[in-house]
Structures are given as C-alpha cells and as structure tokens.
C-alpha cells in the first residue's frame, strides 16, 4: 500500500502564491506517476498537474503558466507551486498517485489518493 499526505494549503489573498506539498510512504516502489487534482463544491474532481519519475508533465490550462508542479524521488514527495492564485482556484487539492509512467487525466486511473488539503483564495 501506498499512502499519500498532503500539506500546504491555507487561506490566501487572490494575486498569492501557495506551495502544496505530497509525501509519499509505504510500497514506493510501485508509484510512478504522480498528480495533483481539485474539487470545488459541486463541481467534479479535476486534474491541475502530473508529473512522471522521468519528470513529463502536464498541467490543465486553467493553471498552465501560473503552476510549476515537480518532484523529489529521494525524498518521494511532489510539489505544486501555485502563483497569481485566483478565487476559482478555490477548492480541496488531493495528490494522487499511480504505478504507470503515463500521465492521464481521468481520475479513476490513479490507485492511490491522498485526504486533500484545502486552498481558499479570498479576500
């Protein structure tokens, strides 16, 4: 098993920065790609980010040129940097993690998930 904690959120002005942070732990060895999703109330789970151990990445372009996600395989632990935050980025960020160096975006293809960490971004 694999399990996934996630750190970093927090409430933030609109225009701030975040850092989100995801350490992994357990059967390691078997998590290749790794991403970052959100969910807004009513709103369905969305792919931000993801990030092969090879470094490939891809970004949803709601975030793409304001978010740089990347990661440290020595210390299993992946990283979204979030910049120009806006109040639609608002909602809970789950790290996700799956045994396949291909990036996906549906969520169903990642096996392993974290709790998720709330980002509000507001005034």
């Known amino acids: 098993q694999v399990q996934l904690v996630e750190s970093g959120g927090g409430l933030v002005q609109p225009g701030g920065s975040l850092r989100l942070s995801c350490a992994a732990s357990?059967?390691?060895?078997?998590?290749?790609?790794m991403g970052w999703y959100r969910q807004a109330p009513g709103k369905e789970r969305e792919l931000v980010a993801a990030i092969t151990s090879g470094g490939r990445t891809i970004y949803a372009d709601s975030v793409k040129g304001r978010s740089t996600i990347s990661r440290d395989n020595a210390k299993n632990t992946v990283y979204l940097q979030m910049n120009s935050l806006k109040p639609e980025d608002t909602a809970v960020y789950y790290c996700a993690a799956r045994p396949y160096a291909v990036i996906t975006i549906a969520p169903t293809a990642y096996d392993y998930w974290g709790q998720g960490t709330q980002v509000t971004v507001s005034s």
């Open positions: 357990g059967s390691i060895f078997s998590i290749n790609a």
